[in-house]
């Protein structure tokens, strides 16, 4: 099974500054059809799990632009450039690359310091 | 609008059964993947089971294989977790999700394992 490692797992980050978010697979996520199944999503507190990034990089519609992701192989990051206060909530990564299982990261709680 | 509405969720005793309901709406529903994934209390997501979208063949987790069964019922744009023997570790909210694109997810049911 392929272990994800995000890090770190608290975030406490000020209003409108940056912040990253590291996940990092046993295995490369390359799949042999090029692509590179790993996602973010974004749990806000009380609502159910929700997708922000695609395949590495690509945001979903209606994703602030401020949301970004980047990375390849094995080492992934989630970078916020300005954090709101609607940004408070658990972070995943989850690969579907190798699967079965599909396997998710333990979550990054970001909070506002 | 592409929607999905669980059902289902209840408090069963260790050993009972259960099963859950996942209403799709807005989208192919007979063509679409479509996993369950549980988020036990205060804990992180876990991937439970995923029916494909071309064969309607169903995987699972090791931690339920031999006692969940994952099925859709097309007439009715429907998707069905049959949960038998059931554990306390179990115990989560339960939420369904189209996972050929991993958007929507339900609002999640209760199921909670305790005697």
């Known amino acids: 099974d392929v272990l994800m490692t995000q890090s770190p797992l608290s975030l406490p980050v000020t209003l409108g500054q940056p912040a990253s978010i590291s996940c990092r697979s046993s295995q490369s996520l390359l799949h042999s059809d090029g692509n590179t199944y790993l996602n973010w999503f974004q749990q806000r507190p009380g609502q159910s799990p929700r997708r922000l990034i695609y395949r590495v990089s690509n945001r979903d519609s209606g994703v602030p632009d401020r949301f970004s992701g980047s990375g390849s192989g094995t080492d992934f990051t989630l970078k916020i450039s300005r954090v709101e206060a609607e940004d408070v909530g658990v972070y995943f990564c989850?690969?579907?690359?190798?699967?079965?299982?599909?396997?998710f990261g333990q979550g990054t709680r970001l909070e506002i310091k | 609008e592409v929607q999905l509405v669980e059902s289902g969720g209840d408090l069963v005793q260790p050993g009972g059964s259960l099963r859950l309901s996942c209403a799709a709406s807005g989208f192919a529903f007979s063509g679409s993947a479509m996993s369950w994934v549980r988020q036990a209390p205060g804990k992180g997501l876990e991937w439970v089971s995923t029916i494909n979208g071309d064969n309607d063949r169903a995987y699972y987790a090791d931690s339920v294989k031999g006692r969940f069964t994952l099925s859709r019922d097309t007439s009715n744009n429907t998707l069905s977790l049959q949960m038998n023997s059931l554990r306390v570790d179990d115990t989560a909210v339960y939420y369904c999700?189209?996972?050929?694109?991993?958007?929507?997810w339900g609002q999640g049911t209760v199921v909670t394992v305790s005697s």
């Open positions: 999700a189209r996972s050929s694109s991993w958007d929507p």
């Open positions: 989850m690969q579907g690359t190798h699967w079965p299982p599909i396997t």
